[in-house]
C-alpha cells in the first residue's frame, strides 16, 4: 500500500542561504550515509548557515523588545535594599536564591526575571552566561519566548557571550513563535562558534518547520542529521509522521513509521493515533484495526481515543457487529468506554433500527456505572417515537426525570411529531405542547 512519493514544499519564505542549501542537497537526501562526498556537503552545509548567521544575527534593540518589557524593567519596586550599592552580599544571596531554587523549580513570574535580569546587567562583575542560561531557562519553560529572544538580544551589549545552551534555549523560543528562520540564524552562530549541533537542535528545529507546516523542509533536514553525526529519534520521527498525517501524506508518514521501526525505534502511542486516524479517514478500517492491535500487545499507555475513532469509522461504514466487538474488546483492554463511544453506538443502532439493541447499550452503560445524558435519551427517544413506540418513549421520558434530567425542546418535539402523526391523538399532542411551554 505504500507508496514511495517525494515531497515538494514551497521554501519561499526560508533565507536564501537555506533554500540553497535545500537545493543543492537533492543528491544526498535518500541516503546521505551512502554518499561518497559526504564531507564535501558537510562542510557545504556548515558554510551556509555560518553566512546565514552573519546576515542575521540577534542584535539588540530596544524597539523589539515586548510590550510590557520595559515597564516591568523599570518601574517595578526594586528588590536592592541599597540601591546605590547594588552589589551587596545580600542581594547576591537573593539572586544565587532565586536562580538556584525558583528558576529551576520553575515557579517565576515575569515580573521578577526582569527584575533580576536588570540586576545581573548593571553588577560587576558580570554573572557567567551559565548564570543567564538558568534564568532564559526558567522564562522559556512557562513559555515568555518573546522576552527570552529580547534578553538574549541584550547580551552583546553587556559582554556576555551566549554558549550552546543559550543557543538551543533561543532556537526553542524562536520556533515556538513560529520564527523558524530566527532558528535557523542561531543554528549558523552555533556552527560559526565552532559547536556541533546536537539531536535536541535537530528535533527543535524540525519540530517548529512542522508547527510551520513546512513538512517538506523538515524531512530535508532531518535527512541532513547524519551529517553532522547526529541520529533521529523517536521525538524526531514522531513529529514528522504526525504532521505528514495531518496533512494527509499517509504514504510518506507510513514509509517513515517502517524506517523508524527498522532502525529498532518504538513509536508512541501518539503516532499509532495519528496513523490510525488517517487510515480510517482513507478507509483502510482493517489496516487501523492492525494498528490497534500493535497498540495493545505492545502493552502501550492506552486511553479510549484510538477506539473511539476506529468504532466511528466502523459505524459509518454499517459494520455495526465489528463495531460492537470493538466495545468489548475496549472493556476486556482495562478500558472504561465515555459518552462518545456509547452514543456513537446508539446513533448507529438507531439508523438501522436495532432498538432493543440501543437500549441495550443504554442499559449497559448504566451498569458500568455512567447514566446517558439528555443527549444520549433524546437520541434513543427520538428513534423509538420514530418506530411509533409511544409507551416505550413515555417511559424513556419518565426515567429522564427520575434521574433529574429535565427534557428539553428536542425531547418535547420528538414526542409532538409522533403524536401528531397518529390518528386521534391530537389531544395529547396539545397537552405535550403545553407541557413544553410550562417547562420553558
Known amino acids: ?173 524562536s520556533c515556538n513563535t513560529a520564527e523558524v528562520c530566527d532558528g535557523y540564524a542561531a543554528l549558523g552562530r552555533i556552527l560559526r562558534d565552532g559547536y556541533t549541533p546536537d539531536t535536541v537542535t535537530f528535533n527543535t528545529l524540525v519540530r517548529g518547520l512542522c508547527r510551520s507546516e513546512k513538512i517538506g523542509v523538515a524531512i530535508r533536514l532531518f535527512r541532513k542529521m547524519v551529517l553532522f553525526g547526529c541520529q533521529p529519534d523517536e521525538i524526531t520521527y514522531g513529529t514528522l509522521i504526525v504532521r505528514l498525517c495531518k496533512d494527509s501524506m499517509l504514504e510518506k508518514a ?18 499509532y493515533s495519528s496513523l490510525l486516524h488517517a487510515f480510517c479517514g482513507r478507509g483502510y478500517l482493517d489496516e487501523a484495526k492492525g494498528l490497534l492491535s500493535e497498540i495493545v500487545d505492545g502493552r502501550m499507555k492506552l486511553n479510549v481515543d484510538p477506539f473511539n475513532v476506529l468504532l466511528g469509522a466502523f459505524c459509518q461504514e454499517g459494520r455495526i457487529e465489528e463495531a460492537m466487538r470493538l466495545l468489548d474488546w475496549m472493556i476486556q483492554s482495562g ?50 417515537c420514530e418506530g411509533r413506540r409511544l409507551e416505550e418513549a413515555k417511559g424513556l421520558l419518565d426515567l429522564m426525570i427520575q434521574r433529574s434530567q429535565p427534557p428539553n425542546t428536542v425531547t418535547y418535539h420528538s414526542f409532538i411529531d409522533a403524536l401528531c402523526k397518529e390518528r386521534g391523538m391530537e389531544e395529547e399532542a396539545s397537552d405535550a405542547v403545553k407541557e413544553e411551554h410550562t417547562k420553558e
Open 335 to 384: 478500558l472504561h468506554p465515555n459518552s462518545v463511544t456509547y452514543n456513537t453506538l446508539i446513533i448507529a443502532l438507531c439508523k438501522e433500527r436495532r432498538l432493543d439493541e440501543a437500549k441495550g447499550v443504554v442499559d449497559l452503560m448504566i451498569q458500568r456505572g455512567q447514566y446517558p445524558n439528555t443527549f444520549t435519551s433524546n437520541i434513543l427517544i427520538n428513534a423509538v
Open 1 to 173: 500500500m505504500v507508496e514511495r512519493k517525494i515531497l515538494t514544499t514551497s521554501s519561499s519564505s526560508l533565507p536564501a542561504a537555506f533554500r540553497r542549501v535545500a537545493s543543492n542537497s537533492k543528491s544526498f537526501v535518500k541516503n546521505p550515509a551512502g554518499n561518497e562526498d559526504l564531507g564535501f556537503h558537510r562542510r557545504q552545509v556548515q558554510n551556509s548557515f555560518r553566512k546565514m548567521a552573519k546576515r542575521k544575527i540577534l542584535t539588540s534593540s530596544s524597539s523589539s523588545l515586548p510590550a510590557g518589557f520595559g515597564s516591568a524593567a523599570s518601574n517595578s519596586k526594586s528588590f536592592l535594599d541599597n540601591p546605590a550599592a547594588p552589589n551587596t552580599v545580600q542581594n547576591q544571596a537573593s539572586l544565587q536564591k532565586f536562580l538556584k531554587k525558583k528558576c529551576k523549580s520553575g515557579i517565576v513570574t515575569l515580573d521578577e526575571a526582569c527584575r533580576f535580569f536588570d540586576y545581573m546587567i548593571r553588577i560587576k562583575p558580570t554573572p557567567t552566561v551559565s548564570a543567564f542560561n538558568v534564568l532564559l531557562a526558567a522564562l522559556a519553560k512557562v513559555r515568555h519566548y518573546n522576552h527570552v529572544i529580547s534578553f538574549y538580544k541584550r547580551f552583546d551589549s553587556i559582554g556576555v557571550s551566549p554558549n550552546f545552551r543559550t543557543l538551543n534555549i533561543l532556537i526553542n523560543c
Open 254 to 271: 507510513m514509509e517513515l513509521f517502517l524506517e523508524m521501526k527498522e532502525r529498532g525505534l518504538s513509536p508512541d502511542v501518539v503516532v
